[in-house]
């Protein structure tokens, strides 16, 4: 399978900057995929997760508050206002889901786009 860049960019920096096998993302019309080839979009990113397939097969997740992801044929850049990276070991990952859900929280989306978000970050808690 072909690999693609994928670039997540805050207000504080870039949080990951990598080749991936694809990537799931929060659009403002619902959840979509990216994989290496992917036509050219731009998009608003809506509160939610994006998760991670990295090409040694693992899955990270990040929450989002909200942003912008340009999608190209070899890159897609995210530009977001606030992410929590959901990995690490038990303690680090107990603190993450803690800072997602309040990051999750803080948004001015619908209170179905957060729930939605919360509910996936919980269930990403349970399976680590």
Do not use: R
Request: charged share 25%; with cysteine.
């Amino acid at each position: 399978m072909e690999l693609m860049k994928l670039e997540i960019v805050t207000p504080d920096g870039v949080i990951f900057d990598d080749k991936v096998k694809q990537v799931t993302l929060p659009g403002s019309e619902g959840e979509f995929g990216v994989l290496s080839g992917h036509a050219t979009i731009l998009s608003l990113l809506d509160t939610g997760v994006i998760v991670i397939y990295k090409a040694d097969g693992s899955e990270v997740a990040v929450a989002i508050n909200s942003g912008y992801v340009k999608v190209e044929e070899e890159k897609t850049t995210c530009i977001v206002d606030g992410a929590v990276a959901l990995s690490g070991d038990d303690s680090d990952l107990a603190k993450a889901l803690e800072d997602a859900k309040a990051l999750l929280k803080s948004t001015e989306a619908s209170n179905t786009a957060i729930a939605s978000a919360v509910s996936k970050v919980e269930q990403i808690g349970k399976s680590f």
